[in-house]
């Protein structure tokens, strides 16, 4: 059974920081990508940040170059998105993905991803 837990969101005001957890099991964690993915309200949901852990290859959205950063443990089945100088616009749920890459690169579509997790929510007051 494939299971996503993310963790660590929460309220925080802008400019400070948060870290998010994706524990995975229930797959082979090193031949997967995963991905952070967020959805604000009224809007769609987008890739922020996504990782292969075979090669440690990663993928930013514009939006979040600099600021936030994503890393693998592979021994713990664990990626993290470490989010700095956190601004109101980050506001959103925050979901974590996995997908079983087949093309060049790290896949940062929506579509492009299996398996999904549960939301967590972050709120960055102004």
């Known amino acids: 059974d494939v299971q996503l837990q993310a963790s660590g969101g929460g309220l925080v005001q802008a400019g400070g920081s948060l870290r998010l957890s994706c524990a995975a099991s229930?797959?082979?964690?090193?031949?997967?990508?995963i991905g952070w993915f967020r959805q604000a309200p009224g809007k769609e949901r987008e890739g922020v940040s996504c990782i292969s852990s075979s090669d440690g290859s990663t993928y930013y959205a514009d939006s979040v170059k600099g600021r936030f950063t994503i890393s693998s443990d592979n021994a713990k089945n664990t990626v993290y998105l470490q989010m700095n100088s956190l601004k109101p616009e980050d506001t959103a749920v925050y979901y974590c993905?996995?997908?079983?890459?087949?093309?060049?690169?790290?896949?940062?579509?929506?579509?492009?991803?299996?398996?999904w997790g549960q939301g967590t929510l972050v709120t960055v007051s102004s």
């Open positions: 993905a996995a997908a079983d890459p087949t093309g060049v690169g790290v896949p940062f579509q929506v579509y492009e991803y299996d398996y």
């Open positions: 229930g797959f082979t964690f090193d031949d997967y990508a």
